[in-house]
């Protein structure tokens, strides 16, 4: 079973300041995911990564910005935070390339609040 | 473009009851299809997964689901429900060769079994 560790589990920021959510993978997977999970909207992709030194944008970029300096740690930074950035953060790593017909494995999610 | 729907933001069942959540997909071919479930406060874990083949998949405790092409749908069922399978389901596409591998996520349905 893949293992996917986000850190911290939760986090109360105050509105513009920075936030900086933390994933480590140990299964060597190439592609990893950001993900924030709201009420009514399901998983919505924020960024991605192919591998070490990519990040790309997803669906909803906006006020994120991400890093994967080594294959195993992929952040994503809130550089000034909103309340609207009050959510659940997911973390997932996937083999990409169609490798196990793209199925991901998450971590157990941060929650964040902005107040 | 895809996108996957989940009519039912929520489902009370009695347990031993029988159970169906329903999920319909938009894609222009055959995707993979995924259903996830979320656990109070814990990330998602994959239930099953169809890529290809026999149209019926088995899962996890005891959940199945069928991919039906014409109807453009992948429903989840379960023979008699437990208590324990309360919590939140995700019905996921994937597009076949992509090299990114993301998931498009619907909006999850919570499940309510009633002792």
């Known amino acids: 079973e893949a293992a996917v560790t986000q850190s911290p589990r939760n986090k109360v920021a105050v509105t513009g300041g920075k936030v900086t959510l933390s994933c480590n993978q140990t299964n060597n997977h190439n592609n990893m995911y950001w993900y924030r999970q709201d009420t009514g909207h399901g998983l919505r992709l924020i960024h991605y990564s192919y591998g070490a030194g990519s990040t790309e944008k997803g669906d909803i970029p906006d006020g994120y910005k991400a890093s994967r300096p080594s294959q195993e740690n992929f952040s994503l930074i809130l550089e000034l935070a909103t309340p609207s950035q009050t959510s659940v953060y997911f973390c997932a790593s996937g083999l990409g390339l169609g490798g196990s017909q793209n199925t991901l494995y998450f971590g157990a999610g941060t929650r964040l609040s902005v107040l | 473009a895809q996108s996957v729907t989940q009519p039912d933001a929520r489902v009370t069942v009695s347990e031993g009851a029988s159970l169906q959540l329903r999920c319909k997909y938009s894609y222009s071919a055959t995707p993979y299809l995924f259903w996830y479930v979320q656990y109070p406060r814990q990330g998602l874990q994959l239930l099953l997964k169809?890529?290809?083949?026999?149209?019926v998949v088995q899962g996890v405790n005891s959940f199945e689901a069928e991919f039906s092409k014409s109807n453009s749908s992948f429903h989840l069922q379960k023979a008699s429900v437990h208590w324990s399978d309360s919590a939140v389901y995700f019905c996921a596409l994937s597009r076949r060769g992509s090299a990114l591998g993301r998931l498009h996520f619907g909006a999850g349905t919570q499940l309510i079994v009633i002792p």
């Open positions: 169809y890529y290809s083949g026999d149209p």
